[in-house]
């Protein structure tokens, strides 16, 4: 919305009328601008056991369809941009665009059935994986479709081998992420109360078992000079009670900070700690934290999984792990804090990295809209 009011062009925000209340749509409302507007669409109530409302596809392509009928009904629409288009993207072959001939742009965020044919480590399923490709080369040439956007680099890199002359383009957007850079070291451990001569490991967000922080802990309690260990965000329940039964058992004591954390406080961490743990499990996508850990200049210990992997190899992060065992994290630990940050071999780095700017995601969409 503010890529297009820059530009030039009123928008209008369309969503359920559940969201009234969320922060965004409350910031909109209480700004009554006349370039940036906010339509609240119920969707049409549907039949549980029918087709089109057991089919997330279905049902969704059916609510897009439904906010597009409504809203050209009240005023001309130039353009529709979809910032989630997996809502109903497979459904596009049998249903064709939600749109009618308005031109419409997508963004893609979770399209990973091509992962395993470009060299990306994830679970194989190579029948579901061949359907969805068939599908996502059939949706790329619906009508109207103007161009489809994604977060993920290697999927235009697919296409350029798999795609028809009839296709929409499909470029690379990096997906955008808080403007952060480092602050001085000691000055964030100054304030964050940490001991200004330890080594210190930070795993960062929303805390789960998924973040693989059981099997950090256990590496750490067999290690002879473990970092400390910094757990900052809000934990779930299972996490919570694990890090009071296990935590301490850690030496050095860890440092938690259990609830949600401020940008500020978040910055104080990551120009405070030596690395960041990302050794996530079931973990596909990109990661805000990679990218943070990479504006502050630390280095990363990351599985080699899905994008985070992928990212951490070839932009050299960090040392990439290929298990989770006590053995493999113990060694990529100590590996970490004696030999990285380096400088990387080649420019891949900065050139992927430095993309996640949000300057970067509006410029990238405008152009797409002109």
């Not at 990306?120 to 059939?138: E, G, H, R, T, Y």
């Not at 973040?211 to 900052?232: C, D, F, N, Q, S």
């Not at 080699?304 to 989770?324: A, H, K, N, Q, T």
């Amino acid at each position: 919305m503010q890529a297009c009011a820059e530009a030039g062009y009123p928008c209008m925000h369309a969503t359920e009328c559940t969201n009234e209340d969320h922060r965004l749509a409350r910031q909109i409302t209480a700004a009554n601008r006349n370039d940036q507007q906010i339509a609240l669409v119920d969707p049409e109530e549907m039949p549980k056991h029918s087709v089109r409302g057991s089919n997330q596809y279905s049902r969704f392509h059916h609510y897009f369809k439904r906010v597009h009928s409504i809203i050209s009904r009240m005023q001309s629409i130039r353009l529709v941009v979809v910032p989630y288009v997996d809502y109903f993207f497979y459904g596009l072959p049998f249903l064709g665009s939600p749109f009618g001939d308005t031109p419409w742009i997508g963004i893609t965020m979770r399209s990973t059935f091509h992962h395993h044919k470009v060299g990306i480590k994830v679970p194989d399923k190579p029948v579901v994986n061949a359907i969805k490709a068939q599908l996502f080369k059939s949706a790329i040439r619906t009508k109207g479709l103007r161009t489809l956007l994604t977060i993920d680099p290697t999927l235009p890199e697919w296409l350029a081998h798999n795609a028809s002359k009839s296709s929409a383009p499909v470029a690379y957007v990096a997906d955008p992420f808080p403007d952060e850079h480092a602050e001085d070291p000691a000055l964030a451990r100054a304030r964050l109360g940490l001991d200004p001569q330890q080594r210190y490991l930070l795993v960062y967000g929303a805390i789960t078992e998924r973040k693989g922080i059981y099997e950090l802990v256990h590496a750490l309690t067999r290690m002879e000079h473990a970092p400390a260990l910094i757990v900052a965000g809000e934990q779930d329940t299972g996490t919570r009670h694990f890090m009071r039964n296990h935590g301490r058992s850690l030496s050095p004591a860890p440092v938690i900070l259990d609830s949600f954390i401020s940008n500020d406080t978040g910055r104080d961490f990551f120009s405070a700690c030596d690395a960041v743990w990302l050794g996530y499990k079931g973990h596909y996508g990109m990661s805000g934290v990679l990218v943070q850990a990479y504006r502050c200049g630390k280095p990363v210990i990351a599985t080699e999984d899905g994008l985070i992997g992928w990212f951490s190899r070839r932009c050299e992060l960090g040392p990439v792990m290929s298990d989770l065992s006590s053995a493999s994290i113990g060694k990529t630990i100590t590996e970490t804090m004696t030999s990285w940050p380096h400088e990387p071999q080649a420019s891949t780095r900065d050139d992927l990295m430095s993309r996640h700017m949000l300057g970067q995601f509006k410029q990238t969409l405008l152009q797409q809209m002109a």
